[in-house]
C-alpha cells in the first residue's frame, strides 16, 4: 500500500532541506515491521513542490506504526514544518494488476 502526500516548499527554503528531514524520519520510520520504502519526486518545472510516497505492506503495519511512533520523527516533522505544507493526496492499496512494457520486469 501507498501513502501519498504533496509537498509544498515555503518561499526562502529548499527542498534539499525538506528531503534532509525526510530521510532523517524515514530512516526511523523503515524500522518498523511492513515499511517497505519512502521516495520524493520533485515536479517537472516546479522545485518547489514535490511528492513523498510512503510504501507498506499493509495498512495494518502503518497503522501500528503510528500508534507507536518513535517521539523522535515527531520532532523531525515539526522541525520542518515552519517551511513546508504537507497535503495528504491518499492512501492507496496494492495495484489489483500492473501493466508493464514486454521486456521490462517490475
Not at 501519498?4 to 526511523?28: D, M, P, Q
Not at 503495519?61 to 513546508?84: L, Q, T
Amino acid at each position: 500500500m501507498k501513502y501519498i502526500f504533496e509537498v509544498h516548499i515555503k518561499e526562502g527554503h529548499t527542498a534539499e532541506e525538506y528531503a534532509r528531514a525526510w530521510v532523517r524520519a524515514s530512516e526511523l520510520i523503515q524500522r518498523a515491521p511492513g515499511a517497505l520504502g519512502t521516495e520524493l519526486h520533485r515536479k517537472i518545472g516546479d522545485p518547489t513542490t514535490l511528492i513523498a510516497i510512503a510504501s507498506w505492506d499493509s495498512k495494518a503495519h502503518r497503522d501500528a506504526m503510528e500508534a507507536n511512533r518513535d517521539p523522535e520523527i515527531d520532532e523531525i516533522i515539526r522541525a520542518a514544518a515552519p517551511f513546508v505544507e504537507v497535503r495528504p493526496i491518499g492512501e492507496f492499496e496494492t495495484p489489483e494488476w500492473v501493466v508493464n512494457p514486454p521486456d521490462r520486469q517490475c
